[in-house]
């Protein structure tokens, strides 16, 4: 049995930020066009009045203060309403791929590492750019990594879920290596013609190098246990998928074809799941609250990653105990988390543990311990 350990992460931000003011004016624009365009309708009854979006909402209701994109134009122009991005030759690097590539070298070089150390790629995400060929494998095409390389799903949890795949094929001997990447471009998924939810998702990538610990060059933390959970639910679903084409209405611009939530329902099952998750895992583990130095949440709430902090440390966390980048970011889906333990990890000390915990979408929750060497 090897020891699995976090040797590097890296982090590819997007060029453009939409702040929530900018996204409001482009929202109540539309709202507006749609509402004059369709008044016979909504005077009628058949149709409901679209309500302005307000910056306060959306503050008050989220933390999020701005979120990066890829696209800036198509999302912000009220004829359109989502991004713009040109389709790629099949013989250039999808974005996806691109994305993630700039994540993997970041990863790689703070590791000291070059693809030749690399056994594996896992692209784990909340969406895939196409079915077939694994955008995994294009990753590692453009890598030059020998082995071999797999797409993987699981909404929100996809990275931590992707990072106990990669740490069990470690501990079991079967490859040295593997990059957990996690390009997610939530702008294209999401509906910015809802009020209820078109201030929610960024775009990011995150890649994640995990190694067996005696080969790690520098500073690493190692993985000391994983453990994931699902449980059913529609309350966050998306429709989309290759079947779409072959249902009557399947090709129309329907709601369900984009991310659709109970935002309310989900906020209620999944806190209680989630630190429920957390508190017998680190029970099983013999990790008491006093011991935890640090917590990389999921990045979607600040009021649920309050709760969350607070239930599982049994107080209120003190500050950059609980590091939270989803008022820069918004939540980026899988890749929350990981941009979190990227940005908030550097100033631990020897020995120290702490948590990475991922949830959203199936239901799914995936916890990681680690424990910092130097
Ligand atoms: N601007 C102004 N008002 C808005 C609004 C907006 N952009 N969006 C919704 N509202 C209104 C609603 O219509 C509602 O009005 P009503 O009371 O008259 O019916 C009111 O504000 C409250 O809306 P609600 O949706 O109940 O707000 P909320 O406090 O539950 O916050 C979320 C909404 C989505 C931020 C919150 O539910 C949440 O974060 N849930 C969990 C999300 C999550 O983690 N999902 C995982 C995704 S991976």
Redo the contacts with the bound molecule.
Sequence with gaps: MHIPAITGTGVFTPQNTISNAEL?VA?NAYADKFNAAHKDQIAAGEIQEK????E???FK??GIEQRYVVDKEGILNPDMMHPMLPQRSDDDPSLMAEMALDAAQKALAQAGKTAADVDAVICAASNLERAYPAVAIEIQDLLGINGFAFDMNV??SSATFGIRAAADMIRSGSIKSALVVNPEICSAHLEWRD??????FGDVATATLIERAENASGPYFEIKSTRCATDFSNN?RNNNGFLRRSRPDGTADRRDMQ?M?N??K??KE?LPMVSTHIADHMSDEGVQASDLKRLWL?Q??K??NDFIGKKVLGRSPEAGEQPNILQDYA?T?SAGSIIAFSKYSDDLNDGDVGLICS???GYSVGSVIVERHD
Excluded: L, T, Y
Excluded at 51 to 54: A, V
Excluded at 195 to 200: K, P, Y
């Design positions: 409001v929202f309500p302005h979006s307000s306060d909402f959306i209701a989220s909404a929100c009020r209820d939810c078109h201030f929610i966050i991310f939530q935002g309310r989900v906020f999944v999921h979607a709430n009021s649920m939540n889906s949830f959203g979408a």
